[in-house]
């Protein structure tokens, strides 16, 4: 368990699954994303650890993190998605420190790579920068200012190559 600011982070436990849920579904207003995770709870993609929430004391989960099993080419990396935090606590930190968490999870496992397809104002501040300044895109056609990229690990530089992710993206 980590905190960050005035959040607790910590990696999903099963009694978080219903939390989770509810997050998700409050965050995006569509069964589609809770859907995404619970699909992909039963996927190869899965990493024990690496789905993570943020509480408050009365450790209430306000905010998650994903992070899930993607190749950049034949590369092993993983992909952020979803992030989501209930709208009531939208802009408290609580996402971020749930993102801070999985990144610090997954670099502890050893990974090295990370993607996000997401808003292009919001993920550098994790360290993320444009993948296809590194030669990283998608089968699909996405603004390239969406598609993100880093390493956890300085001495090994991002491949280049074409995203691919879990069965359940669909893409």
């Not at 849920?21 to 899965?46: C, K, M, Q, S, Y």
């Not at 993190?65 to 609580?94: K, M």
Request: glycine share 12%; hydrophobic share 45%.
């Amino acid at each position: 368990m980590r905190t960050h600011s005035n959040w607790i982070t910590r990696a999903e436990t099963g009694a978080d699954i219903p939390a989770v849920r509810e997050i998700v579904l409050a965050a995006f207003g569509t069964p589609l994303e809770a859907g995404l995770v619970d699909a992909l709870r039963n996927d190869p993609a899965w990493i024990d650890g690496l789905s993570v929430v943020s509480t408050g004391e009365d450790g209430k989960p306000v905010g998650h993190a994903l992070l899930t099993r993607c190749r950049i080419g034949d590369t092993p990396a993983l992909c952020l998605a979803p992030v989501a935090v209930l709208p009531e606590y939208q802009g408290s930190g609580a996402g971020s420190a749930a993102i801070r968490a999985a990144l610090a999870a997954a670099a502890d496992l050893g990974e090295r790579f990370v993607t996000v397809l997401g808003h292009p104002a919001y993920y550098p501040r994790f360290g993320f920068g444009r993948a296809s300044a590194y030669g990283i895109g998608l089968a699909v056609d996405v603004p390239d200012e969406a598609m993100m990229a880093m390493s956890l690990d300085e001495t090994h530089p991002l491949p280049s190559g074409t995203v691919r992710y879990a069965a359940p993206f669909g893409i």
